[in-house]
């Protein structure tokens, strides 16, 4: 039976509807990644942008919400590791993958979602999400979609 509340076109699935909210950064999963835990997947690709500065990373794994984070991260992009462009869409597969290990009912909703394409409707943000007219890059969706796959092929 399909969610009336969710404004999901036909072989699609979006992140705001609440039944797959899961699949957001912001949702309240602890994440455990590469010794270290972190109270959503957002505070932990936000910290790990800065390797070469332990306290500025501490400090935003520590920050009070997701939105905090996100936002201590770009006050602070200069300060980011030099390769982090060319290695971050690798750091949050593994972000994402800890995230449906550690969590079963994220890993079931991940699988339920069979092979529908996972968008993240977001308007503010045209490369992680769809963007304002919705012709961004979804680059969150397309790895949530990876991961899918590699946890199927495991299976």
């Not at 399909?2 to 602890?30: H, K, M, R, T």
């Not at 290695?87 to 079963?104: G, N, S, T």
């Amino acid at each position: 039976m399909n969610n009336p509340q969710a404004p999901s076109l036909e072989g699609q699935i979006y992140f705001y509807p609440p039944e797959y909210y899961v699949f957001d950064n912001f949702s309240s999963f602890q994440v455990e990644y590469k010794g270290k835990i972190y109270p959503t997947s957002e505070h932990a690709f936000q910290s790990v942008q800065f390797t070469n500065n332990p306290e500025l990373a501490k400090v935003i794994r520590n920050a009070k919400s997701a939105h905090e984070a996100q936002k201590l991260a770009q006050e602070n992009k200069d300060k980011r590791d030099s390769n982090w462009e060319e290695i971050k869409l690798d750091v949050m597969k593994e972000i994402l993958h800890c995230k449906a290990d550690q969590h079963p009912y994220v890993m079931k909703k991940l699988l339920q979602s069979g092979d529908r394409e996972i968008v993240e409707d977001s308007w503010r943000d045209d490369y992680w999400g769809w963007g304002e007219n919705r012709n961004g890059q979804n680059m969150l969706g397309k790895l949530w979609m990876k991961v899918r796959e590699e946890i199927k092929n495991l299976n």
